[in-house]
């Protein structure tokens, strides 16, 4: 991939002015610049000097009034399923990424590329042509994050190697080493990037070995672990530990971790630092129960397996803003390293498990800012969301685009039905978990006093043992705030096993319609409920014969995990505000309301 296409050229252009352009630019070349109609070809001396002529050069430089495009020369026989999409925000979440890519096909390869720059770039093979070239055509310039993505294509050797020689046609291309374990009949597609970074807490006082002289003990420890490796050294200035965040694959983050360690224990004897350097290991809140297990048999499996100490760091020292906790491991540097594996196999378990249903929410949700949220494990220094790298400034308006541009968007009320023994855990010692929790997501969150007998079959089911007795938490407050605020009651009945470790939580919502807008709800015939079902994995449901209440509103339920529904709540938010604009009455001396609507059906759905 070391050939460049430079497109956009103007007529007048030379081969000596692009040959001016990539000295002023300090970027070497190999071979002549061939110019045709249009367009250039030349060869650079390896891959990464090639990546690093796209990412100056492409869209920036002006030539002869044209702003010149490169990218990859890629053959058209070779232009089948395979792009390199960079520009990508550096702290952006892998599911995201996915759930992005699989919306137009099968996603069979996807790797990162290691290169200088700051946002990310990762090379993906599709199933088909189309689907590689619908990802091509749409995501080219898509805005993430006001990062405007990059695609080009890159030669696809095994799509180009499967042509076989007939007679006197095209010989085909023989791909350069063996393929590689995510190509198609390989097996599954492998993550080569973790989505769960590892993060370490390590003393102050070694930060400076393992940065090293200028910088060059880092570099190599990245280098040679084919990590990113973040120091954040800046972080809590006085304390006596920084945090360490590790990028890469299980693997790659093992072996960082492992030599992050071995430096410390060389510093240790060169400084005669006589105490104890534990393994201690960051991890979101959201994790540590089934890293622990019930009754601590996970944890203690860990242990024994490892020759291991592990202690965890009390809830008690947890805030919102702060969701870590620490996994403090003790014991030889080969026993930690081995404690390090198992410890984040059970941590990114339970990530998958909890973001397996999140794949398209980032682009269904319009505007939503997922990292901004802080219920998922971003980049951030052992910082809550709020204080994040990719929370909004302050003032600004963070989440959903449909909602901006007149202002801070309409509040909401959700009804959100919990097991009546989780109250306490929810309300927490003197009110204090509840309190955090509404000052954190913006939002008024209140649980009545009555319990509430489930009687309807759509209900989900507590689990085993427990009362079937509810109890109805009321969250009122903007799109964004039902987010963060269901989102961490979610999370916390989690936390606390109300549900079992393989079970989703999934809670009844209850949100309160206009019922002369009820029937779009519906649509007609149900089609409209019926899609919003299909499209959200949530039960949706608008029940029949409902008696308005003294506001004419009338009740619709939700049923779903988390995601599901959240998007349901979103998709049924929009459908109203169509509505309402619909019946914004024209201009009157009086200012009298909109009219009822008769035209709309009425709640036909059980």
Request: hydrophobic letters at 35%.
């Given at each position: 991939m070391n050939k460049l296409y430079i497109g956009n050229v103007s007529e007048e252009a030379s081969a000596e002015d692009l040959e001016t352009i990539f000295e002023q630019w300090k970027i070497p070349h190999s071979g002549p610049f061939l110019i045709k109609t249009g367009y250039a070809f030349v060869d650079c001396p390896d891959e990464k000097i090639a990546m690093m002529a796209i990412d100056i050069l492409s869209g920036k430089v002006e030539l002869h009034g044209k702003l010149i495009e490169v990218e990859h020369s890629v053959p058209k026989r070779q232009r089948s399923c395979k792009l390199q999409i960079r520009n990508i925000p550096p702290h952006l979440q892998w599911e995201v990424l996915d759930g992005m890519l699989a919306q137009y096909g099968t996603v069979e390869n996807c790797e990162q590329v290691n290169t200088d720059t700051d946002t990310a770039v990762v090379n993906v093979r599709y199933g088909a042509k189309d689907q590689a070239r619908q990802a091509m055509e749409k995501l080219n310039g898509f805005l993430m994050e006001n990062f405007a993505l990059k695609v080009s294509y890159i030669p696809d050797e095994t799509a180009a190697a499967a042509a076989p020689t007939l007679g006197g046609g095209k010989r085909g291309f023989v791909p350069r080493g063996p393929l590689r374990s995510g190509s198609p009949g390989l097996g599954a597609r492998p993550k080569l990037q973790s989505d769960v970074p590892l993060r370490i807490l390590v003393p102050t006082q070694f930060v400076g070995a393992i940065i090293g002289k200028e910088g060059a003990t880092i570099r190599n420890v990245t280098k040679q672990t084919h990590s990113k490796i973040d120091i954040h050294r800046k972080?809590?200035?006085?304390?006596?530990?920084?945090?360490?965040?590790?990028?890469?694959?299980?693997?790659?983050?093992?072996?960082?971790?492992?030599?992050?360690?071995?430096?410390?224990?060389?510093?240790?004897?060169?400084?005669?630092?006589?105490?104890?350097?534990?393994?201690?290991?960051?991890?979101?809140?959201?994790?540590?129960?089934?890293?622990?297990?019930?009754?601590?048999?996970?944890?203690?499996?860990?242990?024994?397996?490892?020759?291991?100490?592990?202690?965890?760091?009390?809830?008690?020292?947890?805030?919102?803003?702060?969701?870590?906790?620490?996994?403090?491991?003790?014991?030889?540097?080969?026993?930690?390293?081995?404690?390090?594996?198992?410890?984040?196999?059970?941590?990114?378990?339970?990530?998958?498990?909890?973001?397996?249903?999140?794949?398209?929410?980032?682009?269904?949700?319009?505007?939503?800012?997922?990292?901004?949220?802080?219920?998922?494990?971003?980049?951030?220094?052992?910082?809550?969301?709020?204080?994040?790298?990719?929370?909004?400034?302050?003032?600004?308006?963070?989440?959903?685009?449909?909602?901006?541009?007149?202002?801070?968007?309409?509040?909401?009320?959700?009804?959100?039905?919990?097991?009546?023994?989780?109250?306490?855990?929810?309300?927490?010692?003197?009110?204090?978990?509840?309190?955090?929790?509404?000052?954190?997501?913006?939002?008024?969150?209140?649980?009545?006093?009555?319990?509430?007998?489930?009687?309807?079959?759509?209900?989900?089911?507590?689990?085993?043992?427990?009362?079937?007795?509810?109890?109805?938490?009321?969250?009122?407050?903007?799109?964004?705030?039902?987010?963060?605020?269901?989102?961490?009651?979610?999370?916390?009945?989690?936390?606390?096993?109300?549900?079992?470790?393989?079970?989703?939580?999934?809670?009844?919502?209850?949100?309160?319609?206009?019922?002369?807008?009820?029937?779009?709800?519906?649509?007609?015939?149900?089609?409209?409920?019926?899609?919003?079902?299909n499209l959200t994995s949530a039960e949706v449901v608008v029940p029949r014969d409902q008696t308005p209440d003294e506001n004419d509103q009338v009740i619709v339920k939700i049923t779903g995990h988390f995601y599901a529904s959240q998007l349901a709540q979103r998709k049924i938010q929009e459908i109203l505000s169509h509505v309402r604009r619909q019946q914004q009455p024209k201009p009157s001396p009086r200012g009298e309301g909109p009219p009822r609507g008769d035209g709309l059906a009425r709640p036909s759905r059980k």
């Open positions: 972080e809590n200035a006085g304390a006596a530990e920084k945090p360490i965040t590790v990028h890469s694959t299980p693997e790659g983050c093992s072996n960082a971790c492992r030599t992050i360690m071995e430096i410390m224990q060389k510093e240790a004897l060169d400084t005669k630092f006589t105490e104890e350097i534990p393994l201690k290991i960051l991890a979101h809140n959201n994790f540590v129960g089934r890293l622990i297990g019930k009754e601590g048999r996970n944890l203690k499996k860990i242990e024994v397996d490892t020759e291991t100490k592990i202690t965890i760091s009390p809830l008690q020292d947890l805030t919102l803003y702060n969701p870590e906790r620490t996994i403090t491991v003790k014991g030889s540097i080969e026993a930690c390293s081995r404690a390090e594996e198992e410890v984040m196999k059970k941590v990114r378990e339970s990530y998958e498990n909890d973001v397996a249903a999140m794949n398209l929410q980032s682009n269904l949700i319009p505007g939503l800012n997922l990292n901004a949220l802080g219920l998922f494990p971003g980049g951030a220094p052992g910082m809550g969301p709020s204080m994040g790298h990719n929370a909004p400034p302050p003032g600004a308006q963070g989440g959903y685009s449909s909602f901006g541009g007149q202002g801070q968007p309409e509040s909401e009320t959700v009804h959100l039905f919990i097991p009546a023994l989780a109250v306490g855990a929810l309300i927490g010692k003197q009110g204090q978990h509840i309190k955090q929790l509404s000052r954190y997501a913006g939002a008024s969150i209140k649980i009545s006093a009555d319990e509430v007998r489930v009687v309807d079959a759509n209900q989900v089911a507590p689990p085993d043992g427990m009362d079937a007795k509810q109890r109805m938490v009321i969250i009122a407050g903007p799109p964004e705030a039902q987010f963060k605020a269901q989102g961490r009651i979610f999370g916390k009945l989690k936390e606390e096993n109300f549900f079992g470790p393989k079970e989703e939580v999934k809670l009844e919502a209850h949100i309160k319609v206009p019922s002369f807008a009820a029937g779009r709800v519906i649509g007609k015939g149900g089609k409209t409920v019926n899609e919003l079902q």
